[in-house]
């Protein structure tokens, strides 16, 4: 298949890009002059870049017939400090919007958007789909936003569309400055680190579990638009996590300063999803266990 994708230097995209181009898709991924590539590096020459800058190369793609899937995987401001900055992600309503309408006039027919847990807001239980979202900030209310712009615009024009809840996924190249990768860093070298309590519960799927996921949805020959959790159904808390990664480190848990930093204002205690909807639809997923996924991640940071 012809795959168009955003985002694609991007921690996720990027792991999209690598399945994708291992499965045979030709990909084509919208870049800016700005864009990192260097989570792309081992594959970036069997992709075929758009740059968005260069108004001539948007055109050009355009011209190409028949691209099969748009995957819009493109969302800036989701550190914690930008998360309730409304200049930011209003920007990004609107550049999900051009996105769509890219779409429509290169006559794709399946869109698969990139949406999070935090459309749900504050709850406390294992989440489905017939919640009734209630964002807590302008992350979450944008990300809605932009649902409902799809959700309209796909009756318009007749348009298979898919928009994934996406829980907290971890895995290997990560953004540097989230929680997981900067402890593994900070016990490689001895160091201890200030935490919260973690008593949250959260949502952990390991980022190739989450690629198999997305991978029966680009195949999904019958049309199964709607909205999708995908998740684990694991509640674990970010402590237990973190003791994980010390004894897998040879750590003890002095290093882990649990306690040391407040909690975020309106910190959500407890975000945890139910996968039924998406394997009752697509099919059972197997999730690789905690203590796995962890190890192979350890292994990552400790040689690159």
Same mark, same amino acid.
């Given at each position: 298949?012809k795959i168009?994708?955003?985002g694609?230097t991007? +921690?996720?995209?990027?792991?999209?890009?690598?399945e994708?181009?291992?499965k045979n898709h030709t990909v084509?991924?919208?870049?800016? !002059?700005?864009?990192?590539f260097d989570?792309?590096s081992?594959?970036?020459?069997?992709i *075929?870049w758009?740059n968005q800058?260069k108004?001539n190369d948007? !055109?050009?793609?355009?011209?190409i017939?028949?691209?099969?899937?748009l995957?819009?995987?493109?969302?800036s401001g989701? !550190?914690?400090k930008?998360?309730?900055?409304?200049?930011i992600?209003?920007?990004n309503f609107?550049y999900?919007?051009?996105i769509i309408e890219?779409a429509?006039?290169l006559?794709?027919?399946?869109? *698969?958007c990139?949406g999070?847990?935090? /459309?749900?807001?504050i709850y406390?239980?294992?989440?489905? /789909?017939?919640?009734?979202?209630?964002?807590?900030?302008?992350?979450?209310?944008?990300?809605?936003?932009?649902l409902h712009?799809l959700?309209?615009v796909a009756?318009?024009?007749?348009?298979?569309?898919?928009?994934?809840?996406i829980?907290?996924?971890?895995?290997?190249?990560?953004n540097?400055?989230?929680?997981?990768?900067q402890?593994?860093k900070?016990?490689i070298n001895?160091e /201890?680190?200030? %935490?919260?309590?973690?008593?949250?519960?959260?949502?952990?799927?390991?980022?190739?579990d989450?690629?198999k996921c997305?991978?029966?949805i680009?195949?999904?020959k %019958?049309?199964k638009?709607?909205?999708?959790?995908?998740?684990?159904?694991?509640?674990?808390?970010?402590k237990?996590?973190?003791l994980?990664v010390?004894?897998?480190?040879?750590?003890?848990p002095? +290093?882990?300063?649990?306690?040391a *930093?407040?909690?975020?204002e !309106?910190?959500n205690m407890?975000?945890?999803?139910?996968?039924?909807?998406?394997?009752?639809t697509?099919?059972?997923c197997?999730f690789?266990? #905690? /203590?796995?996924? #962890?190890?192979?991640?350890?292994y990552f940071?400790?040689t690159?």
């Amino acid at each position: 298949m012809k795959i168009l994708i955003t985002g694609a230097t991007g +921690f996720i995209g990027s792991h999209i890009c690598k399945e994708l181009i291992n499965k045979n898709h030709t990909v084509y991924a919208i870049c800016r !002059n700005s864009s990192n590539f260097d989570k792309c590096s081992s594959f970036i020459d069997k992709i *075929i870049w758009v740059n968005q800058d260069k108004n001539n190369d948007l !055109n050009e793609l355009i011209k190409i017939p028949n691209i099969d899937v748009l995957i819009h995987a493109a969302w800036s401001g989701i !550190n914690s400090k930008d998360r309730n900055n409304w200049d930011i992600q209003l920007e990004n309503f609107r550049y999900s919007k051009s996105i769509i309408e890219l779409a429509i006039q290169l006559n794709i027919k399946k869109i *698969i958007c990139l949406g999070s847990q935090s /459309e749900y807001g504050i709850y406390n239980y294992k989440v489905t /789909e017939n919640h009734i979202p209630s964002p807590i900030d302008a992350y979450g209310s944008i990300k809605l936003l932009t649902l409902h712009y799809l959700q309209n615009v796909a009756a318009k024009y007749h348009l298979t569309w898919y928009w994934l809840r996406i829980f907290s996924i971890l895995g290997e190249n990560d953004n540097q400055n989230w929680l997981l990768p900067q402890v593994i860093k900070k016990l490689i070298n001895n160091e /201890e680190i200030k %935490l919260t309590k973690g008593e949250q519960y959260y949502d952990y799927l390991y980022i190739d579990d989450f690629i198999k996921c997305l991978d029966k949805i680009v195949n999904d020959k %019958l049309n199964k638009s709607g909205i999708y959790n995908v998740c684990s159904g694991r509640p674990v808390k970010i402590k237990q996590l973190l003791l994980i990664v010390a004894q897998q480190l040879g750590r003890t848990p002095q +290093f882990l300063k649990f306690g040391a *930093i407040p909690y975020r204002e !309106n910190q959500n205690m407890f975000m945890v999803g139910s996968p039924d909807k998406f394997q009752s639809t697509f099919g059972k997923c197997e999730f690789e266990p #905690i /203590e796995d996924f #962890i190890k192979k991640i350890i292994y990552f940071y400790k040689t690159t």
